[in-house]
């Protein structure tokens, strides 16, 4: 499969030898659907599939909807819902609920469009606010009245609202994140749409190329959408864990920044590195579901309190198991409170037994923590940080993480 340069002057989708009838999503298809997409998703048996049905365009399509929908199908991880229609109260019901608990606010209720009316599918309490989240569901905008009303709606159309029912004020860091969710579930549900809709168009021999044509032009548009809401959601997540977690700068992003520096430092690939960014973004996610009180106290904890911090990374592991397409980076997070020499928690794992990537993510929110203010201290400088480091590599910390996080401190 030819594959573009990116930063010679060439153009995106120049001419191949696979081109079709002069059609550019065939072109994406025949030279860069992995970069277009995702990268390395597109297998060799696509790319030889692509080429060797030139002349029959009809099956070379099906071959290609056949691909998409083997990737992103419920089953597979760039999907976050993956739920039979029969489960669905309780699944909307178990979000409303999550979406109390991040938000601590008074109660959440869940529309779904049905037949151009809004049917409750969710709720903590009993449902209200109909109207306001009919005005959200139409306009695709958050309505602001007695209840807040946020639109569940993507590029292609509006599937329902989330309202929330709340005395105060909701934060904005909350709001986005609320935002961010409802926007990526309105696509992966559109998604799953188009790809039952493909699946029927594939299934009937009297479809024609240019059916298949349109509805594969519809499922790359809202793949390449749903990619973008997926880091949109996850970048909104780590905002809101910093917001409670009492952080005056974004020290989730700033670790996953640092974690990525040491990744190229060490020389690992694109995809680990990318998976480890995401873990460095969502290593403290835990706290989501914690009271903000327990973050913003300059006095000494309570037991209790101490003991719930100490196990938000088991509640960020769980949150993390339930949406699919972060799978991948959920032993990175699990793992990360072991230490080097074997003392640590939750297994006591030692050395290289340690996913590699737990090790530079525990440095990187280490370094990153210590080196910010918090509301009880202030920040220390960097160069006593790498010191401190330092002299507790082999027992805390991977020496290999240490030293690149040495060099692109300096």
């Not at 579930?185 to 009937?204: C, G, P, R, V, Y």
């Not at 592991?317 to 990175?332: D, G, R």
Request: charged share 20%.
């Amino acid at each position: 499969m030819k594959k573009q340069e990116k930063n010679n002057g060439v153009s995106l989708f120049s001419q191949s030898e696979y081109l079709i009838d002069q059609d550019p999503i065939e072109e994406i298809f025949a030279l860069n659907l992995g970069d277009f997409i995702a990268e390395n998703l597109i297998s060799e048996d696509l790319a030889r599939k692509i080429g060797t049905n030139v002349k029959d365009k009809k099956a070379g399509l099906i071959n290609q909807l056949k691909e998409l929908i083997s990737i992103y199908s419920l089953q597979n991880t760039l999907c976050v819902l993956s739920f039979n229609p029969s489960e669905q109260q309780a699944i909307y019901t178990s979000i409303a609920h999550s979406v109390v608990q991040m938000l601590e606010i008074k109660a959440c209720h869940i529309y779904l469009d049905k037949n151009n009316d809004l049917e409750l599918v969710g709720t903590t309490s009993n449902g209200c606010g109909i109207e306001t989240a009919k005005k959200a569901f139409l306009t695709r905008e958050t309505v602001f009245e007695d209840f807040i009303a946020v639109p569940m709606h993507c590029n292609v159309k509006s599937v329902g609202a989330i309202l929330l029912e709340t005395e105060n004020a909701v934060n904005e860091e909350y709001l986005q994140l609320v935002e961010s969710m409802a926007v990526l579930f309105a696509t992966s549900m559109t998604l799953q749409k188009t790809i039952d809709e493909a699946n029927h168009l594939i299934e009937d021999e009297s479809s024609s190329a240019s059916d298949l044509q349109h509805i594969r032009a519809e499922l790359t548009a809202i793949i390449g959408d749903l990619c973008d809401y997926q880091q949109s959601f996850v970048e909104h997540l780590a905002n809101a864990v910093d917001t409670k977690g009492g952080y005056k700068v974004s020290h989730s992003q700033n670790t996953a920044n640092l974690a990525r520096q040491i990744c190229r430092q060490i020389g690992l690939n694109e995809k680990t590195t990318d998976l480890i960014y995401y873990a460095g973004l969502l290593q403290n996610i835990g706290k989501i579901a914690l009271s903000q009180e327990l973050f913003t106290s300059s006095g000494k904890l309570s037991p209790e309190d101490f003991q719930k911090i100490q196990e938000h990374s088991n509640l960020g592991v769980h949150l993390l198991m339930n949406i699919n397409f972060l799978s991948e980076v959920v032993p990175y997070i699990a793992y990360q409170k072991e230490r080097f020499d074997g003392s640590g928690t939750p297994e006591g794992l030692k050395g290289q037994s340690i996913p590699f990537g737990s090790r530079i993510i525990a440095a990187a929110d280490a370094y990153s923590a210590i080196t910010s203010d918090r509301p009880y201290r202030k920040a220390m400088e960097a160069d006593k940080a790498i010191e401190i480091m330092q002299s507790e590599a082999g027992i805390k910390w991977d020496p290999v993480v240490i030293q690149a996080l040495t060099e692109i401190t300096k």
